[in-house]
């Protein structure tokens, strides 16, 4: 059992950046892949971005590379977003989840999912 639980969420001006953060319990945080999803008011939830176990592969949805980063320190149990350049679209509930596959894209190749935390971008 992995529990989740997101922070960093907040209001940004367009063009500004955000840190996300997201603790995960347990000992067996280094075997999984983790994730970064986002659902805004009457969407579906969307990939954002991802991590392998070792935190050596990313891969990331096409509208928000080189603009955010995902990264994971597996001594602290944590894996972070940073956004930056933020867009009025990138407002969502961020979500992070855990995969035990490993690295993945796929909503439903996810195990554990936080809470999330909301995210706002003003223009």
């Known amino acids: 059992q992995v529990q989740l639980v997101e922070s960093g969420g907040g209001w940004v001006q367009a063009g500004g950046s955000l840190r996300l953060s997201c603790a995960a319990s347990?000992?067996?945080?280094?075997?999984?892949?983790m994730g970064w999803f986002r659902q805004a008011p009457g969407k579906e939830r969307e990939f954002v971005a991802t991590?392998?176990?070792?935190?050596?592969?990313?891969y990331y949805q096409d509208s928000v590379k080189g603009r955010f980063t995902i990264s994971r320190d597996n001594a602290k149990n944590t894996v972070y977003l940073q956004m930056n350049s933020l867009k009025p679209e990138d407002t969502a509930l961020y979500y992070c989840?855990?995969?035990?596959?490993?690295?993945?894209?796929?909503?439903?190749?996810?195990?554990?999912w936080g809470q999330g935390t909301q995210v706002t971008v003003s223009s």
């Open positions: 989840a855990a995969a035990q596959l490993g690295i993945a894209i796929g909503r439903n190749d996810y195990n554990y």
């Open positions: 347990g000992r067996t945080f280094g075997t999984y892949g």
């Open positions: 991590i392998s176990p070792s935190g050596i592969s990313t």
